[in-house]
C-alpha cells in the first residue's frame, strides 16, 4: 500500500489549505483513514479520523476548524484545514488502517503557517 500526500506549503495565520491523500497499490477492506501530525520536538499526534461508513474523530485543537472527508472510490482522504495559526505547523501524515488491524503512513507533508 503506497499513500502519496499532497496540499502542503507556506500559508499565512488565518489562512487555508486543503490535504488530499491517495491510497494505491493491494488494499484489504480498510477501515479507517486518518491525518496525524509532527512538530518538531514533539510527537506525533491524531489530527482526524474518518472510518469506512463515514463517522469522523477530531482532536480538540482542530475542532471547527479542520473537516476530514473520503472518496471512498478513490481511497483518497482529504483534510480542509481553515484558520490556521502558527501552531499548526508540523509536518502531515496521512493513514490507513486495514480491516486487519494494519496501519500503513505516507512520507507527510509540510505545512507551515507564518504569523
Known amino acids: 500500500v503506497q499513500l502519496a500526500e499532497s496540499g502542503g506549503g507556506l500559508v499565512q495565520a488565518g489562512g487555508s489549505l486543503r490535504l488530499s491523500c491517495a491510497a494505491s497499490?493491494?488494499?484489504?477492506?480498510?477501515?479507517?483513514m486518518g491525518w496525524y501530525r509532527q512538530a518538531p520536538g514533539k510527537q506525533r499526534e491524531l489530527v482526524a479520523s474518518i472510518t469506512n461508513s463515514g463517522y469522523t474523530n477530531y482532536a480538540d485543537f482542530v475542532k471547527g476548524r479542520f473537516s476530514i472527508s473520503r472518496d471512498n472510490a478513490k481511497n483518497t482522504v482529504y483534510l480542509q484545514m481553515n484558520n490556521l495559526k502558527p501552531e499548526d505547523t508540523a509536518v502531515y501524515y496521512c493513514?490507513?488502517?486495514?480491516?486487519?488491524?494494519?496501519?500503513?503512513w505516507g512520507k507527510g507533508t509540510l505545512v507551515t503557517v507564518s504569523s
Open positions: 497499490g493491494v488494499i484489504f477492506s480498510i477501515n479507517a
Open positions: 493513514n490507513l488502517n486495514n480491516q486487519f488491524g494494519m496501519d500503513y
